[in-house]
Nanobody
Framework: QLPLVESGGGLVQPGGSLRLSCAAS????????VGWFRQAPGKEREGVSC????????WYADSVKGRFTISRDIAKNTVFLQMNSLKPEDTAVYHC??????????????????????????WGQGTQVTVSS
């Protein structure tokens, strides 16, 4: 069983919503800072949102601020990314990643700028999000 599994992607019309899930097994996700990253065809991977494992700090990329919300469900050992008001430019493969380093308000943004999969303890296989009419 994979440590991190993303789900919830799909095809949605512009203006629609999706909720992505990053479910963990074999690890307590509450001990990890978790980030969502995306990569569109022909574009570099970018950090979308990250949540700390110490003080609850959250960072969002400017492109998704006000539209996306990251959250934890400790009981389900899952981190969610609620995506509203989706735009065609949100189309990408979305991955979640877990970092065991303690992250707080001053370090959660730098975490989201680390887009290499091998910089994280765990990296999910990804889920496709397509926003199109």
């Amino acid at each position: 069983q994979l440590p991190l599994v993303e789900s919830g992607g799909g095809l949605v019309q512009p203006g629609g919503s999706l909720r992505l899930s990053c479910a963990a097994s074999g690890l307590n996700l509450d001990y990890y800072a978790v980030g969502w990253f995306r990569q569109a065809p022909g574009k570099e991977r970018e950090g979308v949102s990250c949540i700390s494992n110490s003080d609850g700090s959250i960072w969002y990329a400017d492109s998704v601020k006000g539209r996306f919300t990251i959250s934890r469900d400790i009981a389900k050992n899952t981190v969610f990314l609620q995506m509203n008001s989706l735009k065609p430019e949100d189309t990408a493969v979305y991955h979640c990643a877990a970092d065991s380093l303690a992250r707080s308000i001053s370090t959660v943004q730098p975490m989201c700028l680390m887009t290499g999969r091998y910089e994280y303890d765990y990296w999910g296989q990804g889920t496709q999000v397509t926003v199109s009419s």
